[in-house]
């Protein structure tokens, strides 16, 4: 009896640091995710495109600054702008959302209300129907539209940092 004691305390102490551990991981990015595949602007795009298989265009951007290097991988619902970092690493520049099929880790979607945006992101800063939250090199730009009624776009954006 002993040792089955011993047992459960040793799985209760192991699942006791695990949530604690859990709980205390802080959030480094704003991260986008679709089906299984997680992504977060700045980070190496090949892995990333592997994992999500076939897109369904590729189309290259000119930008003379690039050398003609940045593409968009068009998806179902979703778009992924990739560019060049000063190292020369392919990396996600932006990811927009495309349908209201796709929606931000915090649940906001296209064609939601401004009520819904200020509801998921408290801290967002509105200017003109523009809404921003930032959270290290990462940001989202939420688009109320020209009358601030609903959500028209949803795009996370990679900022360099400020050094």
Do not use: H
């Not at 480094?28 to 990333?48: C, D, I, N, R």
């Not at 800063?125 to 009624?149: P, W």
């Amino acid at each position: 009896m002993r040792k089955i004691a011993t047992i459960g305390e040793a799985v209760i102490a192991t699942l006791a640091v695990s949530i604690c551990a859990w709980g205390a991981e802080k959030k480094t990015a704003y991260t986008f995710t679709s089906g299984e595949v997680q992504m977060a602007v700045g980070e190496q795009a090949k892995p990333v495109l592997d994992q999500l298989g076939k897109e369904k265009e590729v189309k290259t951007l000119t930008n003379c600054a690039n050398g003609g290097k940045d593409k968009v991988y068009v998806y179902e619902n979703f778009d992924i702008y990739t560019t060049q970092n000063e190292k020369k690493d392919t990396i996600i520049q932006t990811i927009v959302l495309t349908s209201a099929q796709a929606a931000t880790e915090e649940g906001l979607k296209l064609g939601q209300k401004p009520a819904d945006v200020k509801k998921a992101y408290p801290d967002a800063v509105e200017e003109f129907g523009l809404y921003t939250v930032s959270l290290e090199n990462s940001r989202i730009v939420i688009d109320c539209g020209m009358k601030n009624d609903k959500v028209v776009d949803i795009s996370y954006e990679y900022v360099e940092s400020k050094k």
